[in-house]
């Protein structure tokens, strides 16, 4: 059986932790727009998200990524647009001795200066139908040299410049119709950290058994409340009702196996936690707008991987 990935609670990255060492820009020299450059391995790669929006570009190696209750493959070129407290994670399943230099091509920025900008600036408004979308993460597709180009001009450029550079940047990928969405869960939008902790307790269940039956009830009881008030937290705090959440991460534990292994398609259903191959199929339909067999088939194409 392949080895289901480690689910471990997202740490909250702090601004005081992100030094200079590490890739970072001196914050005096940034502004609000920061570039991070790292290799691999480095302490920065961990289940984490943050405050602010992460436009990540991939350079070298490839493995599996963690969106939020999204698990897929990248490889050179990989770019996604992480929201805020999104949790993330690249990890190289193909490094070569010793590592390497450059892995990760990072900008970072907030989303207060924008939406207040917005308010007397227009354009900036456009920018915002794609902050929304990031709030699930987006993966952009045959954006690679641009992205590229659009990353060292905005590193090479200062104070007004580089903001210039930076809306340029956005205003391309705004304007990009080559996407999806990534996560199911709005993992972002809880409380306070307690209630993060719950969640994170409950994701880490239904990831870690998926085959096994999980109710909202028996998690009702184990969090000392009732069905109808365990409902409506986890609405808020993941933007699904349970059963559709639960549905979701099933599905994508489904790609990821259609991605990365020959099993039948009939034993991965079962595998993920579905009764019957009806069942299974109709909910992949629902979800992913396609049959597996024809998922496996288009990331086939994506990926250049044999059926």
């Not at 450029?157 to 580089?162: D, E, F, S, T």
């Not at 972002?188 to 239904?206: E, G, H, M």
Request: proline fraction near 6%.
């Amino acid at each position: 059986m392949p080895r289901k990935p480690r689910q471990i609670k997202p740490e909250l990255e702090h601004d005081y932790s992100r030094s200079t060492e590490l890739g970072y820009e001196p914050p005096d020299e940034a502004g609000f727009i920061r570039c991070l450059a790292h290799g691999y391995p480095t302490p920065l790669a961990r289940w984490h998200h943050h405050e602010e929006y992460e436009l990540h570009l991939i350079t070298a190696t490839s493995g599996k990524v963690f969106v939020g209750d999204w698990i897929g493959q990248f490889q050179p070129g990989h770019l996604v647009l992480t929201g805020p407290r999104l949790p993330h994670n690249w990890v190289t399943m193909d490094l070569p001795e010793g590592g390497v230099p450059e892995r990760d091509l990072v900008i970072q920025f907030p989303h207060a200066p924008i939406e207040a900008g917005g308010q007397h600036i227009p354009e900036l408004r456009e920018l915002l139908p794609l902050l929304e979308r990031a709030k699930h993460g987006i993966e952009f597709f045959g954006m690679h040299e641009q992205a590229l180009a659009h990353w060292r001009r905005i590193k090479t450029r200062h104070g007004l410049a580089r903001f210039a550079a930076f809306c340029e940047f956005l205003s391309e990928l705004a304007q990009c119709t080559d996407y999806r969405l990534l996560s199911n869960a709005q993992l972002q939008s809880v409380d306070n950290d307690a209630q993060q902790d719950q969640i994170n307790a409950i994701l880490s269940r239904l990831t870690d058994k998926l085959d096994e039956p999980l109710s909202a009830a028996d998690l009702a009881q184990e969090l000392g409340m009732s069905e109808s008030r365990f409902s409506r937290f986890f609405r808020r705090a993941t933007g699904n009702t349970f059963t559709d959440f639960v549905n979701h991460v099933r599905v994508n534990r489904a790609c990821q196996l259609l991605m990365e292994t020959d099993l039948l398609i009939m034993n991965i259903g079962v595998e993920v936690g579905f009764n019957n191959i009806a069942n299974f199929n109709r909910r992949f339909l629902d979800i992913k707008g396609m049959t597996p067999s024809e998922y496996r088939r288009q990331v086939a194409k994506r990926f250049g991987l044999k059926t």
